[in-house]
T-cell receptor, first 111, second 113 residues
Framework: GENVEQHPSTLSVQEGDSAVIKCTYS??????FPWYKQELGKRPQLIID?????GEKKDQRIAVTLNKTAKHFSLHITETQPEDSAVYFC??????????FGSGTQLTVLP | EAGVTQFPSHSVIEKGQTVTLRCDPI?????LYWYRRVMGKEIKFLLH????????ESGMPNNRFLAERTGGTYSTLKVQPAELEDSGVYFCASSQAPIGEQYFGPGTRLTVT
């Protein structure tokens, strides 16, 4: 089955700096890659996703890149703000519809 | 539009007892998923319903877990008898399309003592 690895597990950045979180996946059949943000005590919420026919997608301060050959994808957050502090999960999905999640990254944006 | 709801939000039970978790998906979403996050680790898949049918239950840990979705609306996840290692946050998610955004519920925090 699919295996997703996520790095780093914790990340601290100064407000205004950029944050990058990286994930690798094992199943070459995976074709959908969402990123979820989970604030403390709240539900995971989708912040951006990318499908395998696209190499990059951007939504304001958030961008995701996908390298299918290398089987890795990354989340980029620019101009970070304190409200970006949360746990971020990458995930992969393919013929098996369920999401296989990475282990999560605790992002802390320092004011 | 109401989001995915789960009940209860918290449950504390003793080892050996039974607990039933409920999930109400977004209306019209045929796909319903159960996930579990244990002790701050990754969110792990348990099973997937399409309407009332179990599409994939490969993530169910053992036969102490029973999920149902009668009528293809809400779903229940029963743990009987509960063990200490069953503690964690149980999330339900639903989606309209087979591949695409899954909308998560707020989760049920289960503590087995």
């Amino acid at each position: 089955g699919e295996n997703v690895e996520q790095h780093p597990s914790t990340l601290s950045v100064q407000e205004g700096d950029s944050a990058v979180i990286k994930c690798t996946y094992s199943d070459s059949a995976s074709n959908y890659f969402p990123w979820y943000k989970q604030e403390l005590g709240k539900r995971p919420q989708l912040i951006i996703d990318i499908r395998s026919n696209v190499g990059e997608k951007k939504d304001q301060r958030i961008a995701v890149t996908l390298n299918k050959t290398a089987k890795h994808f990354s989340l980029h957050i620019t101009e970070t703000q304190p409200e970006d502090s949360a746990v971020y999960f990458c995930a992969a999905s393919g013929s098996a519809r369920q999401l296989t999640f990475g282990s999560g990254t605790q992002l802390t944006v320092l004011p | 539009e109401a989001g995915v709801t789960q009940f209860p939000s918290h449950s504390v039970i003793e080892k050996g007892q039974t607990v039933t978790l409920r999930c109400d998906p977004i209306s019209g979403h045929d796909n319903l998923y159960w996930y579990r996050r244990v002790m701050g680790k990754e969110i792990k898949f348990l099973l997937h319903f399409v309407k009332e049918s179990k599409q994939d239950e490969s993530g169910m840990p053992n036969n102490r877990f029973l999920a149902e979705r009668t009528g293809g609306t809400y779903s229940t996840l029963k743990v009987q008898p509960a063990e200490l290692e069953d503690s964690g946050v149980y999330f339900c998610a639903s989606s309209q399309a087979p591949i695409g955004e899954q909308y998560f519920g707020p989760g049920t925090r289960l503590t087995v003592t």
